[in-house]
């Protein structure tokens, strides 16, 4: 089951994309947590990806195409995977359609998260994330066990500098402009699937897991 994520930032792509990545055991592919764990390395990619992030805007398609048609080639994603965060424009998911074809595949399903733009950046505020292992959390909507620490890895989680309200809504006209155009593409493809993101996690899981199958 090859699935891509769609939603704007805070929809609760990420919340969503490690659920479903348990429950049908495949990988779960965040660009957005590969670009930090470069930053956190160091590495060159990281640096230039950080420019970019820093300021809401999206990382040059030429910096993110190559490496998701890498990583989806690796043999733990032959049984399919989660891809979280990409594509976030039109020639993204160009390419990736592209590189899939050429072997024969095809995605399955886009599932897009909706949430009204109003509720995205109390959302933002209030989300924590660990730099150990890419988890998210929510000071009121699913808070650690305690206080600032990962309940998966125990990590201490930090509030992304990029989901500083100014910068959130930035992200925000970003995703209306390049990335909201994925849902008409997906749609044209037969392979669009939306649901309701401003229910509680577990209704949102269910109605995915509704529409994907058991
Ligand atoms: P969110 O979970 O809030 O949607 P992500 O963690 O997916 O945010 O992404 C954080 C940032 O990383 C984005 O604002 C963008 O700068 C960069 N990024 C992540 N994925 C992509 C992509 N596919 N194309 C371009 N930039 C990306
Ligand atoms: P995305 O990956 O789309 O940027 P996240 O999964 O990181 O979004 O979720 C953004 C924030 O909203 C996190 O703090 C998360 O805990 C919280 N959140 C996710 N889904 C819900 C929901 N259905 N209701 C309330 N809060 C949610
Ligand atoms: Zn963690």
Redesign the pocket.
């Known amino acids: 089951m090859k699935i891509i994520m769609l939603?704007?930032?805070?929809?609760?792509?990420?919340?969503?994309a490690k659920l479903l990545a348990e429950k049908y055991q495949i990988p779960h592919i965040s660009t957005g947590d590969i670009f930090r764990a470069n930053i956190k390395q160091g590495t060159e990619l990281g640096k230039k990806a950080k420019e970019y992030m820093d300021q809401g805007l999206l990382v040059p398609d030429e910096l993110v195409v190559d490496l998701v048609v890498d990583r989806v080639a690796q043999d733990d994603c032959a049984g399919g995977y989660i891809l979280?965060?990409f594509p976030r424009t039109i020639p993204q998911a160009e390419a990736l359609d592209a590189a899939l074809e050429r072997s024969g595949e095809q995605i399955d399903r886009a599932v897009d998260?909706e949430v009204a733009d109003e509720h995205i950046v109390s959302?933002?505020a209030?989300?924590?994330a660990c730099v150990g292992c890419g988890a998210?959390?929510?000071i009121q909507?699913?808070p650690t066990k305690e206080e600032g620490i990962c309940d998966h890895c125990g990590e201490t989680l930090i509030l992304r500098d990029d989901d500083q309200p100014e910068t959130v809504r930035k992200r925000l006209d970003v995703y209306h402009e390049q990335t909201q155009p994925l849902i008409d593409y997906y749609r044209a493809q037969g392979k669009l699937a939306e649901v309701d993101?401003?229910?509680?996690?577990d209704e949102?899981f269910d109605a995915i897991v509704r529409i994907l199958g058991e």
């Not at 939603?7 to 969503?16: E, I, R």
């Not at 993101?197 to 996690?201: D, F, K, N, R, S």
Request: proline share 7%; glycine share 24%; no cysteine.
């Open positions: 939603g704007a930032p805070g929809a609760g792509k990420g919340t969503q979280d965060g998260v959302r933002m209030g989300r924590r998210t959390y929510h909507h699913n993101g401003a229910v509680p996690m949102v």
